[in-house]
């Protein structure tokens, strides 16, 4: 008797482990397509830049008085070189 308790007891978490397994590859899987779509999507509304706003990813300096007076000069050459600044 103890034996059946045991291969039941072993089925069921067999059967349950199966049954997560298939829910959660479905669950991933139709998340992962709608990522994709929306990826898909933002690049596309992305592709074609306005004549006024500069492209996804360019960096823009802040030139304004306020702002460049606590500015360091490490900074600043980073901005004229047109890169992200990665110095306070």
């Given at each position: 008797m103890n034996r059946v308790r045991m291969a039941i007891a072993a089925g069921a978490m067999a059967a349950s482990m199966i049954t997560g397994g298939v829910i959660?590859?479905?669950?991933?899987?139709?998340?992962?397509?709608?990522?994709?779509?929306?990826?898909?999507?933002?690049?596309?509304?992305?592709?074609?830049?306005?004549?006024?706003?500069?492209?996804?990813?360019?960096?823009?300096?802040?030139?304004d008085a306020?702002?460049?007076?606590?500015?360091?000069?490490?900074?600043e050459a980073q901005e004229n070189a047109g890169q992200f600044p990665t110095v306070p």
């Open positions: 959660g590859a479905a669950l991933w899987g139709t998340s992962a397509v709608a990522a994709s779509a929306a990826n898909a999507t933002t690049l596309a509304a992305t592709a074609s830049p306005s004549a006024t706003a500069p492209a996804a990813g360019t960096f823009k300096p802040n030139e306020t702002h460049e007076a606590g500015e360091s000069a490490a900074r």
